[in-house]
């Protein structure tokens, strides 16, 4: 049976039912997260956390959505006004619009032609999100700048430090994993994955690592919450905003996160890719194929509706499992000191991933000259390299050399002194 | 006496373990959060056992017929501390006295039921009740009919001969 691509009047249809559907599944998320975050924090602490409105509080989000509609809007007599509206807006266009390049699950296959489950399948997929996620850096600076508060423009000053040091490190984790797909598509990246018979976890352990470490900076998550900093900051660069404007700031930053968690997923779990090759697909000379048989030929695939469930369904769970590990570390971790972030930002991230790029680099050259073939012995040699790289990284950060202030490397050696005093009469 | 000073030191980079003690928080986090002990009592859905000596809103008894036990022998009003009673004693034509007015303010009242204590006739109690929230001011002086309204269980006297209540 030959699949083709959806074309036409369908395609145009097929597009707007995927923009909007889209659109309105990651503002739910966006949404319960809220929720999530609020629940998951509770058990941490042993408590219930919000389970009034509606059954357990599933109704909450919507509650907080109509509270902050009708609250009023306040600006600032000496903010800025056409920026201070203008940043809520930067932080929450990236955030949504990211998502549009992220493949959701395999091809589905409809009467009118085959509907790939993405957005938009643009070629420079990765430089996309690049580019749009930098964009939130503005919204958050100009946020801080125009509120004219000597805290929010603190907040902002840290985050664009932050943001800006965070994404060198982000990128150059991000190079080993195009090095290894030969491409910055995403859709192909997750292909890749699938021919290479395992997720680029395994093969980039430590870019893998690199990668998480910087979006939890990137996204403003605890522990790098710089930003908000409540104790230090008031809350940073949102501090004069209220209601909607707040609200915005809140679902932007929620956005990002859900498409950090969504793009981990995608770069390093394979993205909706589920173990077994039974649910690879792939545009290939303008036929859906399989994967390739020994002798070279293709093998097509057989999309089915089944299967695109059952891998939104892996991509969903990915997600998930990412969007829990960032709620379950800020309620775990203590906040960073500035000084330790940078810190660690450019002492060790920025090294480590200058390193790992010259490493990886090596290595898939030396298997290709080899003649190592694509697929599970290339990965477990990839996997070998990588395991003892981070396995150093891991034992050199736990030590705790770079991120220790410098007050306390450099501490002179002071004894314990015991003052003695004669008893005075009034004692 | 001696003062001494203690100098913290930070612990040597060399001894310090951050993804260690990062993973074991990590851990314990994750411990409570797929068990959490739920230490929160979900209060309007659970109640709480009040204690058989729980003294709270009032309460007055009533005969079979309806009317009041009290015989405004005016021992409450005089013994209550926080002067919260108002009696105002009357007799009917077979020559037993009653309660003209009898007002009890629960916001002077301090809940000590020496009232309950005093009063010769088991008329007015302290109950195992405490939700007497209002939206004014002036409902919180219980009249008479709101004292014998009240249904809630009555406090259980201290006994001195007995003093855990066993």
Redo the contacts between chains.
């Keep these: 049976m030959e699949f083709q691509p959806i074309s036409g009047i369908w395609a145009i249809v097929a597009m707007s039912l995927k923009v909007t559907g889209m659109f309105t599944v990651l503002m739910l998320v966006v949404a319960y997260t809220t929720l999530a975050e609020r629940r998951v924090s509770a058990w941490i602490q042993d408590r219930h956390g919000p389970n009034r409105v509606g059954p357990f509080g599933l109704l909450q989000p919507i509650a907080d959505g109509l509270k902050s509609l009708l609250k009023e809007e306040t600006v600032p007599a000496t903010a800025s006004r056409v920026f201070f509206v203008l940043a809520p807006m930067l932080v929450l266009a990236p955030a949504l619009v990211t998502f549009a390049v992220i493949p959701f699950a395999a091809p589905l296959p409809t009467p009118a032609g085959v509907v790939d489950m993405i957005v938009a399948d643009i070629p420079i997929g990765i430089l996309y999100v690049l580019a749009f996620s930098s964009l939130a850096v503005y919204g958050v600076v100009l946020g801080g700048w125009a509120s004219n508060n000597k805290y929010a423009f603190l907040g902002a000053l840290r985050a664009s430090a932050q943001m800006v040091s965070y994404e060198v490190a982000l990128g150059l984790s991000l190079i080993t994993v195009l090095m290894l797909a030969g491409n910055v598509t995403l859709t192909e990246i997750v292909w890749q994955q699938q021919q290479l018979g395992m997720w680029f976890a395994f093969p980039l352990s430590l870019a893998f690592i690199l990668f998480v470490i910087s979006a939890f900076a990137e996204t403003n998550r605890l522990p790098f919450d710089m930003a908000e900093a409540e104790s230090e900051l008031i809350t940073g660069y949102h501090t004069e905003y209220s209601a909607m404007k707040f609200s915005a700031f809140m679902i932007g930053e929620f956005g990002h996160m859900v498409t950090a968690s969504a793009l981990m997923a995608t770069l390093f779990l394979g993205g909706w890719d589920l173990p077994g090759t039974w649910d690879n697909a792939f545009w290939y000379d303008g036929q859906l194929i399989k994967g390739f048989a020994a002798d070279g030929t293709v093998v097509l695939a057989s999309p089915a509706l089944w299967k695109t469930l059952a891998t939104f369904g892996g991509f969903a769970a990915k997600t998930g499992f990412f969007l829990l590990l960032f709620i379950w570390i800020r309620w775990t971790l203590p906040r960073f000191r500035y000084d330790q972030v940078m810190a660690l930002g450019w002492k060790v991230m920025l090294p480590t991933a200058l390193a790992y790029v010259m490493l990886i680099g090596g290595s898939i050259l030396v298997l290709d000259e080899v003649g190592v073939p694509w697929g599970f012995s290339y990965g477990a040699a990839l996997t070998a390299v990588s395991t003892v790289a981070t396995v150093g990284f891991v034992f050199f950060l736990d030590r705790g050399r770079t991120i220790t202030g410098a007050a306390a490397q450099y501490a002179q050696k002071v004894e314990v002194k015991t003052i003695s005093q004669p008893a005075s009469a009034g004692d | 006496?001696?003062?001494?000073?203690?100098?913290m030191?930070?612990p040597e980079?060399?001894t310090?373990?951050?993804?260690?003690a990062?993973l074991s928080?990590?851990a314990?986090?994750?411990k409570?959060?797929?068990n959490?002990?739920?230490?929160?009592q979900?209060y309007p859905e659970e109640q709480t056992d009040l204690s058989p000596r729980w003294r709270g809103t009032h309460r007055m008894e009533v005969h079979a017929d309806g009317r009041p036990k009290c015989v405004a022998c005016g021992l409450c009003p005089t013994v209550c501390p926080a002067n919260c009673i108002r009696l105002v004693g009357g007799e009917d034509d077979q020559g037993n006295r009653y309660p003209v007015v009898y007002e009890i303010d629960e916001f002077r009242c301090i809940f000590c039921g020496m009232c309950q204590e005093v009063c010769p006739v088991e008329a007015i109690h302290v109950g195992r009740h405490f939700e007497n929230a209002e939206y004014t001011r002036d409902r919180f002086i219980y009249d008479l009919d709101r004292l014998m309204e009240q249904d809630h269980p009555v406090t259980l006297l201290w006994d001195p001969s007995d003093p855990r209540g066993e």
Excluded: D
Excluded at chain 2, 1 to 7: F, H, L, R, T, W
Excluded at chain 2, 36 to 40: C, G, M, R, S, Y
């Design positions: 006496m001696a003062i001494s000073v203690k100098v030191h930070r980079p060399e310090t373990s951050y993804l260690r990062a928080g990590m314990l986090t994750f409570h959060m797929v959490p002990a739920a230490v929160t979900q």
